[in-house]
C-alpha cells in the first residue's frame, strides 16, 4: 500500500515570493491534514479536511495561506506572501475518519526555507 | 493553556533499560484519544499506540505501553528493553472533539530520547 506522498522535499523561496505544496493521501483516507512543525517543536494542525469539506482551519493565518482539497482526494497549500517565520517543515496526514481513535499516516515532509 | 505537556525536552537511556516519557493533558471533554508517535531523524511521524479515554486497561504494542492515569489526566509512555533505533523524538498527541462531531489532534513540543550503547 503507498503512503502519503508529498511534493516538493525541499524549497527554498525569498520572503515575499509565493510557494505550493502538494500532497496525495493513502487510498481510500476521507480525511488530510496540513501541519506546520517549526524546528523543535511539535506539529501545529493548520486545516483538516474530511472528503472536500473543511473540519478545522482555526489556526490556519488566512492572510496568507490558503488550502484546498477540491476532488476529495489530493490536496495544495499554498503560502502567499511568504515571510521568514514560515520557514518550517510541512507535514501532510491522511486517516480513514476523524474519530477519535483515527490513527493518522504521515508523509515525509516538505521543508521549507525563506530567506 | 497548553493542551498537552510535555515537560522532559531530552532523555537518556542505557541500551536494553525501560524509560518513561511524559505526558499530561488538558481537556474538559469526556470522550478523547490519547496516541504517541515516533519522529526520527528522517522526519516521517510513525504511530506507536492508542488509548481511549474510555478504555480501563492501559494500551501495550510490543515493547510500548501507555501508563493512563485518567485523574491525572497523565498518558505515560513506557519503552521497554530499549534498543538504540529509539533514538528519536517522541510526541504525545490528544484528539478532542470539535465542530460536527469530528475530533481534532493536538501535538505536544516532543521529548528526544537518545539510547546509549
Known amino acids: 500500500e503507498a503512503g502519503v506522498a508529498q511534493s516538493p522535499r525541499y524549497k527554498i523561496i525569498e520572503k515575499r515570493q509565493s510557494v505550493a505544496f502538494w500532497c496525495n493521501p493513502i487510498?481510500?483516507?476521507?480525511?488530510l491534514y496540513w501541519y506546520q512543525q517549526i524546528l523543535g517543536q511539535g506539529p501545529k494542525l493548520l486545516i483538516q479536511?474530511?472528503?472536500?469539506?473543511?473540519?478545522?482551519d482555526s489556526q490556519l493565518p488566512k492572510d496568507r495561506f490558503s488550502a484546498e482539497r477540491l476532488k476529495g482526494v489530493d490536496s495544495t497549500l499554498k503560502i502567499q506572501p511568504a515571510k521568514l517565520e514560515d520557514s518550517a517543515v510541512y507535514l501532510c496526514?491522511?486517516?480513514?475518519?476523524?474519530?477519535?481513535?483515527?490513527?493518522?499516516?504521515f508523509g515525509p515532509g516538505t521543508r521549507l526555507l525563506v530567506l | 493553556a497548553q493542551k498537552i505537556t510535555q515537560t522532559q525536552p531530552g532523555m537518556f537511556v542505557q541500551e536494553k533499560e525501560a524509560v518513561t516519557l511524559d505526558c499530561t493533558y488538558d481537556?474538559?471533554?469526556?470522550?478523547?484519544?490519547l496516541f504517541w508517535y515516533k519522529q526520527p531523524s528522517s522526519g516521517e511521524m510513525i504511530f506507536l499506540i492508542y488509548?481511549?479515554?474510555?478504555?480501563?486497561q492501559n494500551a501495550t504494542e510490543g515493547r510500548y505501553s501507555l501508563n493512563f492515569q485518567k485523574a491525572r489526566k497523565s498518558a505515560n509512555l513506557v519503552i521497554s528493553a530499549s534498543q538504540l533505533g529509539d533514538s528519536a523524538m517522541y510526541f504525545c498527541?490528544?484528539?478532542?472533539?470539535?465542530?460536527?462531531?469530528?475530533?481534532?489532534?493536538?501535538f505536544g513540543r516532543g521529548t528526544s530520547l537518545i539510547v546509549h550503547p
Open positions: 479536511f474530511q472528503n472536500n469539506g473543511v473540519v478545522d
Open positions: 496526514a491522511s486517516s480513514f475518519g476523524t474519530s477519535k481513535r483515527e490513527t493518522q499516516y
Open positions: 481537556t474538559s471533554d469526556q470522550s478523547y484519544g
Open positions: 487510498s481510500g483516507h476521507a480525511t
Open positions: 488509548q481511549g479515554s474510555y478504555d480501563e
Open positions: 498527541a490528544m484528539r478532542e472533539g470539535g465542530t460536527g462531531g469530528s475530533y481534532i489532534p493536538t
